[in-house]
């Protein structure tokens, strides 16, 4: 009986409200052994991560230099993976540089990628060889409500997002919202056109115009997480799919999987539901 060497992890962000959940459940499981804390907020610098996140000393101080920290990674035996959830603005140079030493992202950080930027990057991870999983939503109920949206589409021409997040969210429309208008576009369909040309008294009123028309409005207060409606309307009836998360914890279970899964992989893999 062979045993297998346990997936060396780098969370990136691991100050931050996922990536504390994400050391706590690294920690956790017997498969994967947490290497390094990176994370650039000053507050964090120095302190044992485990104590930061409440688990006890794990003896990993977090650090703000991400390039040692990947260096580091290729000396172990078996590749590593590093987990992102930071800021857009960096997300693209995070990847790459990860790829460039063999060490595959799981990126959890939403709307720092423009379309042209996820082609380089899937050609990047292609020709290195290297696997890489971006996620805009770990949460299983989300690839559900997708799925359920997808099925809808083809009964319904009308239709709006409505996604409602608290107000430290620093991207807008949510990750998870575009993904869900790309793949009601994916059947080419062009949605809302039955509704009257408006004018719109004060500045986007009518929200965002993503993929295929489809209209995607923004919520920020506090005392919300992350929540998602999707609205169908024909004549005579509405058809709501609705998400809500009430705890960071409903994404970890992906975020193991996707741990767990881009070690096999050789290419760029988008969303979730491709890897269920
Ligand atoms: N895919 C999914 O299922 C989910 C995705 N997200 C996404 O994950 C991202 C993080 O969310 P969240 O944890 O709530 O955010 P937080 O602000 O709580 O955490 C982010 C952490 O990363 C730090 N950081 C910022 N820039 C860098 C950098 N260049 N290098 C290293 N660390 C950095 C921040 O520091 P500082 O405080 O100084 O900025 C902070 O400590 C967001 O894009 C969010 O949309 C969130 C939930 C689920
Ligand atoms: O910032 C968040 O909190 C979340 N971000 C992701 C997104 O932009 O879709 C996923 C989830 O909605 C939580």
Do not use: W
Request: glycine fraction near 10%; charge should be negative; aromatic fraction near 4%.
């Amino acid at each position: 009986m062979t045993i297998e060497s346990p997936i060396p992890v780098i969370v990136n962000g691991a100050g931050g409200k996922m990536g504390r959940e994400v050391i706590k459940h690294v920690s956790l499981s017997k498969d994967m052994v947490l290497i390094g804390a990176v994370d650039k907020n000053s507050n964090y610098l120095g302190k044992d991560i485990g104590e930061l996140v409440g688990i006890g000393n794990l003896e990993i101080p977090v650090i703000n230099d991400l390039e040692s920290m990947l260096i580091t990674a290729t000396q172990e035996k078996v590749p590593g993976v590093i987990v992102d959830f930071t800021h857009p603005s960096n997300v693209y140079n995070n990847i790459r540089t990860a790829i460039a030493y063999g060490v595959r992202p799981v990126v959890g950080t939403t709307g720092g990628l423009t379309e042209e930027q996820l082609k380089d990057l899937e050609e990047f991870s292609d020709k290195a060889s290297t696997g890489c999983l971006v996620i805009p939503n770990f949460s299983i109920g989300i690839v559900l409500l997708q799925k359920a949206a997808i099925q809808a589409s083809k009964y319904f021409d009308d239709v709006e997002i409505v996604e409602s997040h608290h107000n430290h969210k620093v991207d807008a429309p949510s990750g998870t919202a575009i993904q869900t208008a790309q793949m009601l576009s994916n059947s080419g369909k062009i949605y809302n056109t039955s509704s009257k040309e408006e004018t719109e008294t004060t500045g986007s009123s009518r929200g965002c115009l993503a993929s295929n028309n489809v209209n995607i409005h923004s919520i920020r207060l506090p005392g919300l997480i992350a929540h998602q409606e999707v609205i169908f309307g024909s004549e005579g009836q509405v058809y709501t799919l609705r998400h809500d998360t009430s705890n960071r914890t409903c994404y970890m279970p992906g975020v193991l999987l996707a741990i767990r899964q881009v070690t096999q992989l050789k290419h760029l893999v988008y969303g979730l539901d491709k890897i269920l």
